[in-house]
Antibody, heavy 119, light 110 residues
């Protein structure tokens, strides 16, 4: 059974870049037809899709964040990563990495990591 | 403001049947399947229903989903205290070219 685990700084200063990594275990990130996604949830609020990367390396991003987001994959480490630039307090949220089978069918989630944007 | 619209709260007593609605548009629910997620307090969301009405292995048949036009519903029968959670609907959006979520419905078991 695949498992996902987010890692990265829990505190980022305004205007800096948020960087998170998701380590996948229990299966190869290169196998199967899956999209590897990032989703966030501000405290007390709903879920927001950030973007995803396919096993081929192709990406698509939420248009509202596209100018600031980069998602990449490192198959040798079975990891994928998120970079969000020029962060503000509005980017404070729990960030989840997830495996998407397509059509918003997200069958596996990481436990989530809280990232706070503050000076 | 979420793309899909859900009531913010719902409630019921143990054993009762409750339904949660989810309203969208032609670019999401109207042309794609709907999934439902359950988020227990302090945990990550879990896939509850996929492809409108399919249950992943391990999800009790007390949970069921349906879709009609640009709306969908999640029904929970035989309500239990352990069902207290936030429930989110989701669908692919052809305009966004990505998944969209409802704002979530907090279910309280009285």
């Amino acid at each position: 059974q695949v498992q996902l685990q987010e890692s990265g700084p829990g505190l980022v200063k305004p205007s800096q870049t948020l960087s998170l990594t998701c380590t996948v275990s229990g299966g190869s990130i290169s196998s199967g037809s899956y999209y590897w996604s990032w989703i966030r949830q501000p405290a007390g609020k709903g879920l927001e899709w950030i973007g995803r990367i396919y096993t081929s390396g192709s990406t698509n991003y939420n248009p509202s964040l596209k100018s600031r987001v980069t998602i990449s994959v490192d198959t040798s480490k079975n990891q994928f990563s998120l970079k969000l630039s020029s962060v503000t307090a509005a980017d404070t949220a729990v960030y989840y990495c997830a495996r998407d089978s397509g059509m918003a069918t997200i069958g596996a989630w990481g436990q989530g990591t809280l990232v706070t944007v503050s000076s | 403001q979420s793309v899909l619209t859900q009531p913010p709260s719902a409630s019921g007593t143990p054993g009762q049947r409750v339904t949660i609605s989810c309203s969208g548009s032609s670019s999401n629910i109207g042309s794609n399947t709907v999934n439902w997620y359950q988020q227990l307090p302090g945990t990550a969301p879990k896939l509850l229903i996929y492809s409108n009405n399919q249950r992943p292995s391990g999800v009790p048949d007390r949970f069921s989903g349906s879709k009609s036009g640009t709306s969908a519903s999640l029904a929970i029968s035989g309500l239990q205290s352990g069902d207290e959670a936030d429930y989110y609907c989701a669908a692919w959006d052809d305009s966004l070219n990505g998944p969209v979520f409802g704002g979530g419905t907090k279910l309280t078991v009285l």
